[in-house]
């Protein structure tokens, strides 16, 4: 009877630790359908994961990039990542020279258009005629790679100006694609959008007699062929010329969406109308 009775307790306990570890190994399995790939855009490199991170800080961590507190990634790093599909651009702390007619200085920032730069450096803003460039840098000479040179142009008889050429690309935004990020020519990541509203208003802010019209493609574009966007008017004031997936482009417009993309552009197009506006 004690041998029948000591084979039940031992069989009792065999069953309960393996129930046990049932439940281990099912509390452990992490839920289905919750992986994600997330894009990071860390100045000319790209990596993509796949992971089942929930914060853009977790996402961080699982692809091994750390960011220190000078740096700025967009969105934060306390978005909750909810799409199958996330993009996460980091922006990188750098030092960068100046050279504004006689004034040259350099500043430590990550302020990646002419006129946020200008800020931090404490600087004037470029105006609607000024130019404004970057080139490459001497690590050496002075200890720099992104140098940013400003063009202040002078009042002058004005001039026609010539009308920008259109030419394809093949990495450009589609109505099909909705959104995008975009490596400009200097390496800096811009998450593209695209709207459909009358730019009748707004087309005046560069000048009062200024038309737009529908390219080829179904970008808006001004008189002069610049695309008419939307943007951060901190980072790129009214009138300024920017690089886009469509080619070069003018800002007329802002909107929301500039608070969690400062670098991004929103590009007016005639993709959802239809109607020539």
């Not at 589609?174 to 730019?199: C, I, N, W």
Request: with cysteine; charged share 20%; net charge neutral.
């Amino acid at each position: 009877m004690r041998r029948h009775i000591r084979s039940l307790i031992v069989a009792i306990v065999v069953t309960l630790l393996f129930v046990a570890g049932l439940l281990y190994v099912f509390m452990q399995a992490e839920p289905a359908g919750t992986k994600r790939l997330v894009t990071f855009y860390d100045r000319s490199k790209k990596t993509v994961i796949l992971t089942r991170a929930t914060t853009v800080q977790e996402a961080l961590r699982a692809a091994n990039i750390t960011v220190d507190s000078h740096d700025i990634v967009e969105p934060t790093q306390t978005t909750t990542l909810a799409a199958e599909y996330e993009d996460v651009i980091i922006y990188r702390s750098r030092l960068v020279a100046v050279i504004d007619g006689s004034i040259r200085q350099t500043v430590q920032t990550v302020a990646q258009s002419p006129n946020s730069i200008l800020n931090d450096a404490g600087l004037e803003p470029i105006g609607t005629k000024d130019k404004a460039a970057f080139k490459a840098g001497d690590l050496v000479a002075n200890g720099t790679s992104t140098v940013l040179v400003i063009e202040r142009v002078k009042e002058a008889p004005a001039q026609q100006p010539q009308r920008v050429a259109f030419a394809p690309r093949p990495n450009a935004l589609t109505a099909s694609k909705g959104a995008q990020v975009f490596v400009d020519s200097q390496g800096v990541a811009h998450r593209e959008t695209y709207y459909d509203l009358p730019m009748n208003r707004v087309i005046t802010s560069c000048g009062p007699s200024n038309t737009y019209s529908i390219r080829s493609d179904g970008a808006k574009i001004d008189q002069d062929g610049y695309v008419l966007v939307a943007a951060n008017l901190v980072s790129y004031p009214r009138c300024t010329v920017v690089e886009t997936s469509l080619g070069p482009a003018k800002v007329y417009d802002t909107g929301g969406f500039a608070v969690r993309h400062p670098y991004g552009f929103d590009l007016a197009t005639d993709w959802t109308n239809y109607n020539g506006q």
